[in-house]
């Protein structure tokens, strides 16, 4: 029974980011095997495995017990003669085996045109649907986060830097407002919050939604609702806003590089996790 059009959009979607992986997998494994020592080449394997295991736990629905979230854990073991895991494969084989679970990821969702019961998913689709931003409390700024994520994602990987960085800030910036917002004024006033206007000794509401990128970022961190993952913002993360007229538009002189784009999704990644321990 085919699919139907709002799951076929969700497969190639995935497909489109599972394809890029797969081409960035192996421009990092040629690095590698050409010097397995070049620290720029190892920083960017770290950096690609981590976009790997974000996807693979997207499309396992989080669940460590699923075929794809067990491929790739085993991907980073090593077996003895024996059949026991030992120390860690080396790099370059590693990302070998990952190319090879993102390969079955990619064929199995290929194949979902031919009913909803493909073997290795559910059936109902290829993966639960995400669940990113459930811990964000207001619920009506949950698919907005989850669209500017897709979109951020997406702008990534066609090499649109600057969009993706912008994009990623804004959504870092908007469950950070949200942590701060729901811990509440008063309760943010022993943790570095600005002063504002007071109202009989207390901080008067409303004035987070005043307060600059970095000072969420650092009362939130001082509060306990984050931890330190935001000193690894480049600087063109920090000063986002500085880049953006009021329309929305972007003002920076200077291109964002890949690095930066790709640095900034992984911080917003720690601090997801931070927010939602769970996930």
């Known amino acids: 029974m085919p699919i139907d059009e709002s799951l076929r959009a969700q497969v190639e979607t995935y497909l489109s980011h599972l394809r890029g992986l797969i081409r960035r997998g192996r421009e990092v494994r040629d690095r590698l095997t050409t010097d397995p020592s070049n620290p720029s080449a190892i920083a960017a394997t770290r950096a690609w495995q981590e976009d790997c295991g974000v996807t693979i736990n997207q499309l396992s629905g989080g669940s460590k017990a699923h075929w794809l979230a067990r ?3 085993q991907a980073f073991l090593m077996r003895s003669a024996s059949g026991h895991a030992v120390e860690g494969a080396e790099p370059a084989e590693i990302v070998t085996r990952l190319l090879a679970v993102l390969d079955q990821a990619v064929a199995t969702l290929s194949g979902m045109d031919d009913g909803p019961n493909v073997t290795g998913y559910s059936s109902a689709s290829p993966a639960p649907p995400p ?12 698919p907005v986060v989850e669209q500017a994520y897709t979109d951020s994602r997406r702008a990534l990987e066609h090499g649109d830097y600057d969009l ?3 994009t990623a800030c804004g959504i870092l910036e908007a469950i950070v407002t949200d942590a701060l917002e729901h811990k509440g004024l008063s309760a943010l006033a022993g943790s570095g919050a600005p002063a504002g206007k007071t109202t009989e000794g207390r901080i008067a509401e409303g004035t987070i939604a005043d307060w600059s990128f970095q000072t969420r970022l650092a009362v939130a961190e001082k509060a306990g609702l984050i ?5 690894r913002l480049p600087a063109a993360a920090r000063t986002y806003r500085d880049h953006t007229d009021v329309g929305g538009e972007s003002g920076q002189t200077e291109s964002v590089s890949e690095r930066d784009a790709r640095q900034t999704g992984q911080v917003l990644h720690v601090v997801m996790r931070d927010l939602d321990p769970g996930r």
């Open 71 to 73: 491929s790739f854990s």
């Open 227 to 231: 931890r330190g993952g935001c000193a």
């Open 131 to 142: 669940h990113r931003f459930e811990f964000v409390h207001n619920p009506e700024l949950r």
């Open 164 to 166: 993706a960085l912008r």
